[in-house]
């Protein structure tokens, strides 16, 4: 269309019906946010089984990690400690979510996952659900080591 972006704006993120724009491989695109709002906005949002996994992750962070703070960031619920900084993210794809921690490498066991960032593990949660007793331990040791500061709100 001639004289608009191509890109997708804040505004545009919600569809004329109210439903989410799902972004590719299914993660819903959501407005940068703080808080535990925008974040279950997101929650809700996640395709199919998906949204299940999302609200027993975000449960499992709240009951292990009472004080967290949240936010949603590049379309994505990020969780961290005032002062501290973020610790851990989520994000949708086609058949998994993927659940990053960003200081992974210092975690024991270390999650299976690694790539460029010699920080960050990670490990994909697929449909069969995931070890919430590892996952717990994961969430504990994560927010207990300083995290990232790389965006405003900690």
């Known amino acids: 269309m001639a004289g608009r972006s191509s890109k997708k704006s804040a505004e ?5 019906d109210g439903n989410v724009v ?6 819903p695109q959501i407005a940068k946010a703080d808080g535990d709002a925008p974040v279950q906005a997101y929650i809700a ?6 949204s299940d996994v999302g609200r027993r992750l975000d449960e499992l962070i709240v009951r292990t990690v009472p004080n967290v703070r949240k936010a949603v960031r590049w379309n994505s ?3 961290g400690i005032e ?9 949708v794809f086609t058949r998994y979510v993927k659940v990053t921690f ?5 975690l024991q066991p270390g999650p299976p996952g690694s790539g460029k960032d010699p920080d960050a593990r990670w490990v994909d949660v697929y449909k ?3 070890d919430e ?12 080591l300083p995290g990232w500061d790389g965006f405003d709100t900690l």
């Open 12 to 16: 545009d993120a919600t569809q004329a």
């Open 22 to 27: 799902l972004l590719s491989g299914g993660n």
């Open 45 to 50: 949002a996640m395709p199919g089984w998906k």
């Open 77 to 79: 619920p990020w969780y």
């Open 83 to 91: 002062g501290q900084g973020w610790f851990l993210s989520t994000h």
């Open 102 to 106: 960003l200081n992974g490498a210092s």
């Open 128 to 130: 069969d659900g995931f």
């Open 133 to 144: 007793a590892q996952m717990s331990e994961w969430v504990r040791q994560s927010a207990a």
